[in-house]
């Protein structure tokens, strides 16, 4: 058996956090997740590909964009260590993706594909249940984005962002975090002005 790059203590406490399982289901997924090295700038997700493995960020920062027809880059999502990250729309429904998905910085990952997943879930009930509520997480971190897009403003969206992950925001570029807010880079640069001004 190959020796794993790195720990993957935090990868078994995010999921034994979410439900306990038993260590014969715990093996079976450690087993069926398989680690990577990606490196900085390196897509592992792009348009017209099916995206074939969700992946759990050990190590590193990833981001997952599109582009829009106007050729504006608009984020959809982040992911720091011991966050989940892919094109779901397309890793679901096995469907060419529609978003990029690419490394910030040199990462290490954990990745499943999507028929050992499907085996995993018809294998136990544990393992299904865990993947549900996986699911049901990202649908309510989306449902809460959108909502927050369509009530706040740019300085509410910034000032929530800054307050929920102060640690994501520290390592993101500043184009990616402003296509994230939905704000151009010139008026993130002014709202962060202004708050060192008040100061």
């Not at 979410?18 to 897509?43: C, G, H, P, T």
């Not at 999502?77 to 990029?100: H, K, L, R, V």
């Not at 449902?143 to 897009?149: C, G, L």
């Not at 296509?179 to 008040?198: C, P």
Request: include cysteine.
């Amino acid at each position: 058996m190959r020796k794993p790059m790195m720990s993957i203590e935090p990868f078994i406490k995010n999921v034994t956090n979410k439900i306990q399982l038993s260590q014969e289901d715990l093996d079976k997924l450690i087993s069926a997740f398989k680690e990577m090295k990606v490196a900085r700038k390196q897509l592992v997700i792009q348009p017209g590909f099916v995206a074939r493995n969700r992946m759990y960020v050990l190590k590193g920062a990833f981001r997952s964009y599109v582009i829009d027809e106007k050729g504006n880059d608009c984020t959809i999502q982040f992911a720091i260590e011991d966050w989940w990250i892919s094109d779901y729309n397309s890793y679901i429904y096995q469907t060419p993706a529609t978003q990029f998905v690419v490394a910030l910085e040199d990462s290490v990952v954990m990745q499943i594909n999507y028929q050992d997943e499907l085996a995993l879930k018809a294998s136990s009930h544990g393992l299904e249940t865990l993947f549900r509520m996986m699911a049901e997480k990202s649908a309510a971190f989306y449902a809460r984005r959108i909502v927050s897009n369509l009530t706040q403003n740019a300085e509410q969206r910034y000032n929530e962002f800054i307050e929920q992950y102060p640690q994501v925001a520290q390592r993101l570029p500043q184009y990616a975090l402003a296509s994230y807010l939905n704000m151009t880079r010139e008026f993130l640069s002014k709202i962060r002005h202004d708050k060192v001004k008040k100061k």
